[in-house]
């Protein structure tokens, strides 16, 4: 990736000085793309002497549990003031892996927005980022967020620079939000980010089974049950979508990640173009949207469900009942179809 000299020099002007308190947040729901990119560049930025305090609204997916320093991230809803103190000293603040704010969800939202005078930076590849950072690393066509983390640090310090500990935290990251390795935002500077991340010793398959192979019972009976039962094909099989109440939750001892990914199984179907998957959560429906090539899911979740994210991965939220967000959702697949959308 290659950054305008002066946002570099500006970053460096801002983290080569004397020991600051830092603050790395990153989204509600984290990810491992939010986990690893937050590790690594807290990571490098304890070296250079600052006091790092990593925070994400709510709690991690049990199977990133494993990812060295994650006991050090501070959890909103678990320890909320320890965030706000941390937020109030904050001389920066770095927005990792989400585009705006709002996506850090109310109440933390206020906190950042109003509990400091920190100068904050943005680096993320989320499309239509607000103006609401004094720095920005805003690269939608990046395929993480953890890439552009590598990026910064190559050019700050050069790859030499990068440790086992950020390379397997960063490999996570790059691996995750590319579906391991098998979406469209694939680039040869990536495969080569890859290439000298595995120089420092890293073990992809362990990671890759950390990772995908390290979920519970419930959620294999979760899975076979939403795609055998709630999975609803719509025009013609190239759209589907799934849903999950907590009740059906409930009866597979659901654990928090347990659906993550469950969205993209039906894109597994050849013909499919679109999918959406519906969890009732205790104030509102979770949406998530993937698709296949052309179909601009960043678009839909934006017109329909006040969300957005990238063209084929995108999310929003519903407040109204299951079975109206579906009959929401159905009417408009129909009209994004009417408008040559789909
Ligand atoms: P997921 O379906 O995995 O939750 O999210 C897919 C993508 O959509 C992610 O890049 C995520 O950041 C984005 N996304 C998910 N929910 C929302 C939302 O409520 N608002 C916005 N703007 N983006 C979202
Ligand atoms: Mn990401």
Redesign the pocket.
Known sequence: MDFPKQNIDALRGLIECEPRNVVVLS?TNP????LG?SLAWGEALRRQGHKVTCVVPNNYPYYLEWMTGIKDVVIYKSEESRVKAAVAEADLIFCL??HSLTRLDAPLCEVVRTNTTATRVLV???LNPPQEFNLMFSYPES????YLVYCLIEALWGTQSITATQAEVLYV?MM??TGNFSFSTLTPDLYRAVAVLCETGINIPQLYNNVYNAFTEGRARLFGYTINRKMKLLRKGTVAHLSLTEAEMRRFWFQQGDSEGFVNYPLTIKKMRMSAMFTEHKDFIRVSLRSRGAVDVNLFAGRYFQGGGHKNAAGGKSFVSMEETIAHFERAVEEFAKEGHL
């Open positions: 989204h990810d491992g793309d939010a990119s892996d989400f993320d590849h989320h395929s993480s967020t953890s990251g995750t939000d």
